[in-house]
């Protein structure tokens, strides 16, 4: 995969709930238009995006979707887990180990699935 997309309903809300949360990993903010925001890492052909829905209806979340994040261990996992609980998004199960993966979940402000992980 080289880039996920979620749709959003308030980009300039979105943009500020995922600026901060990626604040202390290695994605930043790279560009953004008037209906997209990209983040990108190191991985210069990887990007993580937000936007208003290409269609202008209501941006709505994927019943069992869910993007997940690979981080480096389950102290960024718990870190990044509550932060976006701070940040006004909602807990799906929080920090713990499942199967090989020290794992939580979290809905954004639109209701998106996000999964933060790390191998044990």
């Known amino acids: 995969m080289n880039y996920f997309v979620l749709g959003t309903n308030n980009l300039e809300a979105s943009t500020r709930f995922y600026n901060r949360l990626f604040d202390a990993t290695e994605f930043h903010q790279t560009f953004s238009t008037d209906r997209m925001s990209f983040w990108q890492g190191e991985d210069v052909e990887s990007a993580f995006a937000i936007a ?4 202008g ?3 709505t979340f ?5 993007i997940g994040f690979t981080v480096e261990n389950a102290k960024e996992v718990s870190r990044l887990y509550e932060l976006a609980i701070q940040l006004g998004g909602r807990c799906e199960g929080e920090p713990k180990i499942r199967g090989p993966r020290f794992s939580a ?5 639109d209701n998106n699935k996000l999964c933060f992980g790390s191998l044990l």
């Not at 994927?62 to 869910?66: D, K, P």
């Not at 979940?105 to 402000?109: E, I, V």
């Open 57 to 59: 209806k209501a941006a």
């Open 105 to 109: 979940y979290a809905r954004d402000l």
């Open 62 to 66: 994927g019943n069992g979707t869910m």
């Open 52 to 55: 208003l829905p290409f269609n």
